[in-house]
């Protein structure tokens, strides 16, 4: 006969959180759904990285000295790390409202405002709050359901709520917040170093090949392993992604450390939030650059609060073969019901309670065993008792 089982299936908090994100390794990993420009970023460093590595590396280090590829070896392996720690951390999303905590906070916010007359725009939902003798308004996220703290705001992409929320990058595939910020800091500080550090390298061992043969003869030299490839492509190749770059991270680096230094998110800086029309003072910058950087940087880091992988324990119901369990309105048999009677009241006489009488009925009693007063002998006329006559009368 088949029976219904009841197994515990294990699921992960993960597998059930909202917002757009991607989760790998057990939830241990968390970016965001377009990675598609963070595989161009690994590439184009993987890429740069290999060819100096390969060609340049091995002349310099006999020509110059050993240490040059050592030093490279540990910007590129630093920079990697940043890299991912950035990538694959939670930069401090805000978990959304409950059903039964955005139900009290709608409560509360129809409490405070009151019933707004039909065709008239509702009051906007802000809290204020006080931060260093400063008012800083708390605004309310539609989509989490929650009064965001301050400097909080909702990434559309992700769609989530990220605490100290800088920008969106999508070359390291992820947010950038209060949990990864100063990874992703050293990071573009890292990655400009190794950008400056090859491209001065790739001008050196131009000069120092063009003085011993000659710069044409440099150019058309080509290395052993490849030889249809000439150096002239190689070093170009490099030459071009590192000037680029340049550009681009080693600007963006000196852009962050400004905003480190007056401990401001890019954020604020684009919504001009302490440089407006109004003059709003930063509550949070300390007035001293050494006490912002240490703060942003070497300060205690958050943990996350989103328990990716909290476990959420559901039943699955699966059909098994084997014998019917007795129901609760099936009956035990005779010999096992009073055993347990008798379990049963030796347990309460040992307690010193009085037993109580057993609800299931006993079997009839045979002519032996019936009292002496209720026994009759065959063709004996039963004579009644004197209490039986008192009650008559």
């Known amino acids: 006969m088949s029976v219904m089982v009841a197994r515990k299936k294990v699921v992960r908090k993960w597998e059930k959180l909202p917002g757009r994100n991607t989760f790998c390794c057990d939830g241990r990993i968390m970016m965001a759904r377009q990675k598609g420009i963070f595989y161009l970023t690994l590439f184009l460093i993987l890429g740069t990285c290999a060819l100096f590595f390969a060609f340049e590396c091995r002349y310099l280090a006999v020509q110059l000295s050993p240490a040059i590829p050592v030093f490279a070896a540990v910007l590129f392996l630093f920079a990697m790390a940043t890299l991912l720690r950035t990538s694959f951390s939670d930069p ?108 001065t390298f790739n001008i050196v061992y131009v000069a120092l090949k063009s003085l011993k043969i000659g710069f044409l003869n440099t150019l058309k030299e080509t290395p052993g ?31 962050h450390t400004f905003l480190v230094a007056l401990n401001q998110t890019t954020n604020e800086d684009i919504k001009g939030s302490w440089t407006g029309k109004n003059r709003v003072q930063n509550p949070y910058s300390h007035g001293n650059i050494v006490k912002n950087c240490c703060e ?73 065993e019936m009292p002496e007063e209720k026994q009759q002998t065959p063709g004996e006329v039963p004579v009644p008792s004197l209490d039986a006559g008192r009650a008559e009368h």
């Open 225 to 255: 392993t490849y030889p249809s490839m000439s150096l002239t492509v190689l070093t170009v190749l490099e030459v071009l992604i590192c000037f680029f770059t340049l550009w681009s991270v080693v600007g963006l680096t000196g852009f």
């Open 296 to 368: 942003v940087l070497c300060g205690p880091l958050p943990p996350s609060v989103l328990d990716r992988r909290g476990i959420l324990q559901q039943e699955e119901s699966t059909a098994q073969e084997g014998p019917c369990p007795r129901g609760p309105g099936t009956q035990e048999p005779p010999a096992t019901q009073g055993s347990r009677q008798a379990e049963e009241s030796s347990m309460k006489q040992q307690d010193g309670s009085i037993p109580l009488p057993s609800a299931v009925p006993a079997p009839p009693l045979s002519d032996t």
């Open 92 to 199: 401090g999303v805000i978990p959304r409202a409950l059903p039964d905590e955005a139900a009290f906070i709608e409560m509360e916010i129809e409490a405070t405002n009151g019933t707004v007359p039909q065709g008239q725009r509702p009051p906007p939902r802000i809290k204020n709050f006080q931060i260093n003798n400063q008012i800083v308004k708390l605004k309310y996220c539609y989509t989490c359901k929650i009064f965001r703290p301050p400097r909080a705001s909702h990434c559309s992409i992700c769609d989530n709520c990220v605490e100290r929320f800088d920008h969106h990058c999508p070359w390291v595939g992820n947010c950038v917040g209060k949990r990864n910020y100063r990874y992703f800091y050293l990071f573009i500080l890292s990655l400009s170093l190794l950008t400056i550090y090859i491209f």
